[in-house]
């Protein structure tokens, strides 16, 4: 079984890679969003600790975390982010580690793991492998635009805090260019695939 990270900045298409891997049977696809969020929900494991670290301000009426208030707090505050970091993902790196131990009991040949920090945090140390999504600058700025409702001032924010490309395609093994079509985008992962030996994960 193969682990691949996909790393890349805002709006550089990570998703629609990994979406040419949905369903299946013999991929596992690992959202390191999407499992820190499900890690902070109510009496789940991060939810009290960050409680502890922010107060009580932090949680919403219901309960919930307040995760866009949170989101100010870290933006502004270095030291606050590195603690929610510090908090958050070696649980979710320990999450995925049991979801791939899981997946090689189970005969999975790929394991997919995705997120935009994957280097920052040290989650490319149990990857066989990381590739990293790019597209320009402006095609990024307008696809996140477009999807997610921010203003170019918001999405500028966010690129600039991120990793520059050169950043990337230093600490990455391999460089998808999603600058062009669908088409070629898929193109170039089945390259990969073939180089890998997986030519059975292919899509007809």
Known sequence: MLKIGITGGIGSGKSLLIDYFADHEKALILRADEIGRKLQEPFEA??????????????????TLDRAWIA?????????????NSIVHPMVESVIRA??????LA??????????????????AFCDEVWFVKAPVEDRIRRVMDERGLNREDVERVIANQMTDREYERACDRTIDN????????TQIEAELFRLGLEELIRN
Do not use: Q
């Not at 991060?46 to 309960?63: L, M, R, S, T």
């Open 179 to 186: 600058s062009g079509s669908v088409e070629s985008l898929r």
């Open 99 to 104: 979801h791939c131990h899981e997946a090689l």
């Open 72 to 84: 100010k707090i870290v933006f502004e505050d270095p030291d606050k982010l590195k603690k929610l």
């Open 46 to 63: 991060a939810y009290w600790p960050i409680i502890d670290e922010f107060g009580n301000k932090c949680v919403n009426p219901d309960g």
């Open 107 to 124: 005969g999975t040949k790929l394991v997919l793991v995705e997120s935009a920090i994957l280097i920052e945090v040290g989650y490319k």
